[in-house]
């Protein structure tokens, strides 16, 4: 992660806060544009997450023809809980990998980056919790 302040919300108020470190995020000369980019990533799980990503797509692009043939609504609404399903899934995964690389390292790392990191793991709970 970049060290530029973020800005997070606490209680009522703003408060700026430093970015930590992340034990799986490169520069962003190195990264894409948002400066962060994985590197401790199980390999078995990235080619897991790539087919069920895949498997997803093809789940919208059933979807997309669903809608233009005026499928039952019932049926449509089936599928779709299936793609949230399987987007869960993924996510967990991705969860389970930050929780035990990012997470870990930052925890490693200190109090200040400990403190951080356990505001990123809160904020993205309550954030995917919808």
Excluded: F
Excluded at 36 to 49: H, I, Q, S, Y
């Amino acid at each position: 992660m970049p060290t530029s302040p973020k800005t997070r919300s606490r209680s009522a108020t703003l408060m700026p806060v430093q970015a930590v470190g992340c034990g799986c995020a490169v520069p962003a000369d190195a990264a894409h544009e948002s400066g962060r980019k994985a590197v401790a990533v199980d390999a078995g799980a990235k080619e897991r997450n790539r087919k069920r990503l895949r498997r997803i797509e093809g789940q919208v692009r059933g979807l997309q023809k669903m809608v233009d043939d005026d499928r039952y609504c019932a049926d449509i609404l089936t599928q779709i809980a299936s793609v949230h399903e399987a987007l869960r899934s993924v996510g967990r995964e991705l969860m389970r990998n930050h929780l035990k690389h990012c997470a870990s390292a930052a925890i490693k790392r200190g109090p200040a980056e400990a403190e951080a990191m356990y505001d990123e793991l809160v904020e993205m709970m309550y954030r995917h919790s919808r």
